[in-house]
């Protein structure tokens, strides 16, 4: 199992930056995906960023051009660096990993992290 820890969260005015953190622990080595998602007020929950073990990088449309998700293999941490943030984007966010057990992909989340973005 995989342990998702995030942090970061806040609250911000349009137009500013704000970045989320999630350190991961225990079977970290088997990641095969990580990333993160958003639960917006009365919304699904949906995919924003994700980073596969081999560098492979996935936005949705909605945050290319402002969001940029990395990691620190070191410390076993993801990030989301979220610039020019609008009241849309304000949501939980939720991170992600994916394991591969006997053949099939498990997923694991965090407790998730609130961003307020205001107008």
């Known amino acids: 199992q995989v342990q998702l820890v995030e942090s970061g969260g806040g609250l911000v005015q349009t137009g500013g930056s704000l970045r989320i953190s999630c350190a991961a622990s225990?079977?970290?080595?088997?990641?095969?995906?990580i990333g993160w998602y958003r639960q917006g007020p009365g919304k699904q929950r949906d995919l924003v960023a994700t980073?596969?073990?081999?560098?492979?990088?996935n936005y949705v449309d909605s945050v290319k051009g402002r969001f940029t998700i990395s990691r620190d293999n070191a410390k076993n941490t993801v990030y989301l660096q979220m610039n020019s943030l609008k009241p849309e984007d304000t949501a939980v966010y939720y991170c992600?990993?994916?394991?591969?057990?006997?053949?099939?992909?498990?997923?694991?989340w965090g407790q998730g992290t609130q961003v307020t973005v205001s107008s």
């Open positions: 980073i596969n073990s081999g560098g492979s990088i």
């Open positions: 225990g079977r970290t080595s088997s990641i095969s995906a």
């Open positions: 992600w990993a994916e394991i591969w057990e006997f053949g099939v992909p498990n997923n694991y």
